[in-house]
């Protein structure tokens, strides 16, 4: 059972309060750039001409000058993502986002634990399910505890992940399942890949998903009586 866009990222910041996001989660937060503010691309003062907002187009145009291949008529159809265009937000496309996403399925459905770790960016942040912080920054980090990093609930919401769960977020990647999962690219037009394992998000989602299904079967309303 998938969230609404508008449940997932009230659950996000319920979830941020708890600490059980990402820094980026809370930086993104924080720092979201306020439009109106912005300056225009000719250097000029805050406070006269502001910039235009991004359009999904112009910032595919710019993503694809950084790829030597790309699917443009897929990137188009499939810009749109809770929290705004890929594009825009992450510096890569939507068919970028769909390769990666494919082959951590495929990985995570075939426990096949290096080609996970090929899908993985360093440096990898890891929160526990008590909100503890470990920063992995080397591939020797993530090997050895890998059994603890991607244990089978985590697995599990990676054999189900899809192009359709994520949210993005203005230059600080995108995520699925209440920031349970980060995913940035390291270059424009780049893959993007798992930067960070949030445990404790992933069972405050589990939480979340559990409280709306019980909600939602308690103001079903009640069977009309026959006549």
């Not at 960070?196 to 979340?208: F, G, H, S």
């Not at 909600?215 to 309303?221: F, L, N």
Request: net charge negative; hydrophobic share 40%.
């Amino acid at each position: 059972m998938r969230m609404s866009a508008r449940a997932r990222l009230a659950l996000l910041l319920v979830g941020c309060a708890l600490g059980a996001c990402s820094p980026s989660v809370e930086s993104a937060a924080a720092d979201a750039p306020d439009a109106t503010a912005q300056n225009t691309a000719s250097g000029s003062p805050k406070g006269e001409d502001t910039a235009p907002v991004a359009e999904p187009d112009n910032c595919l145009l710019v993503v694809w000058q950084d790829q030597d291949t790309r699917d443009e008529s897929f990137d188009l159809a499939h810009d749109s993502a809770d929290g705004g265009a890929i594009s825009c937000a992450t510096g890569t496309s939507a068919s970028q986002f769909a390769s990666a996403l494919s082959a951590i399925r495929k990985a995570a459905r075939a426990n096949d634990k290096a080609a996970i770790l090929r899908e993985v960016g360093l440096p990898l942040l890891y929160i526990d399910a008590e909100g503890d912080r470990r920063e992995l920054t080397r591939p020797d980090d993530i090997d050895g505890t890998f059994a603890e990093v991607f244990d089978e609930d985590v697995l599990a919401l990676l054999r189900e992940v899809d192009l359709d769960a994520l949210t993005v977020v203005p230059d600080q990647g995108a995520f699925v399942e209440l920031g349970s999962v980060w995913l940035v690219v390291d270059r424009n037009g780049g893959r993007p890949r798992i930067v960070t394992v949030n445990r404790q998000a992933l069972d405050e989602a589990a939480r979340a998903m559990r409280a709306q299904a019980e909600a939602g079967r308690g103001t079903e309303a009640p069977a009309k009586s026959s006549e």
